[in-house]
Nanobody
Framework: QVQLVESGGGLVQAGGSLRLSCAAS????????MRWYRQAPGKQRELVAA???????NYADSVKGRFTISRDNARNTVYLQMDSLKPEDTGDYYC???????????????WGQGTQVTVSS
């Protein structure tokens, strides 16, 4: 069974940094795009950053220049380096991945369970 597990969340002061990790495990054949989303209290989930299997990236305007997404294909892991954090970055952060795995005959999108990030002012 394929699963995604996030880690690295926590409490940090404004201006600080955190690094999130999301590892995919199980019977995996290939992983396409991997993404980070976040959901602030009372708001809809929004896309923060994405990275393709080839390493192309895109970011939400609100995090450009502060966040960096990367991946280690050998470890089936995606990272989110978050610098110059602001209180408005507070929320639950989720990763997802489009991957072929398990007994599936096609690519499915899998989600992690989320990790909480709190930025204090």
């Amino acid at each position: 069974q394929v699963q995604l597990v996030e880690s690295g969340g926590g409490l940090v002061q404004a201006g600080g940094s955190l690094r999130l990790s999301c590892a995919a495990s199980g019977r995996i054949f290939s992983i396409n795009t991997m993404r980070w989303y976040r959901q602030a209290p009372g708001k809809q989930r929004e896309l923060v950053a994405a990275i393709t299997s080839g390493g192309s990236t895109n970011y939400a305007d609100s995090v450009k220049g502060r966040f960096t997404i990367s991946r280690d294909n050998a470890r089936n892991t995606v990272y989110l380096q978050m610098d110059s954090l602001k209180p408005e970055d507070t929320g639950d952060y989720y990763c997802n991945a489009d991957l072929l795995g398990g007994d599936a005959q096609r690519i499915y999108r899998y989600w992690g369970q989320g990790t909480q990030v709190t930025v204090s002012s």
